[in-house]
């Protein structure tokens, strides 16, 4: 899941993403990859949280949208189940997030 969180003064979303340990059962890493990072595997790995959440803030653009999936231990893709939407990614029958801000 994710949290939104409008700058008043700079055209920038603050948004917290986050997976719970439910969610991911005992996953050691998840890393968030998307169009804001390029698809890269290693450029935003998610922080753990003593809870065993994962969790990562990132400035974005507002008035765009913005293609994601979570990378876990570095073999399983999850979708965030609160996406604003969903568009199929370039592999068939695979659909990424999307966050619309």
Known sequence: ???KKYLKTKPICKVTFR???NEIGDAQNVNILGEFNNWDLNATPMKRLKSGDFSYVLNLEKDHAYQFRY???NETYMNDTD??????SPFPGIDNS???L
């Open 19 to 21: 997976l719970s340990a």
């Open 83 to 88: 996406a604003d939407a969903y568009l199929p």
């Open 98 to 100: 999307v966050i619309a």
């Open 71 to 73: 990378l876990i231990d």
């Open 1 to 3: 899941m994710f949290s």
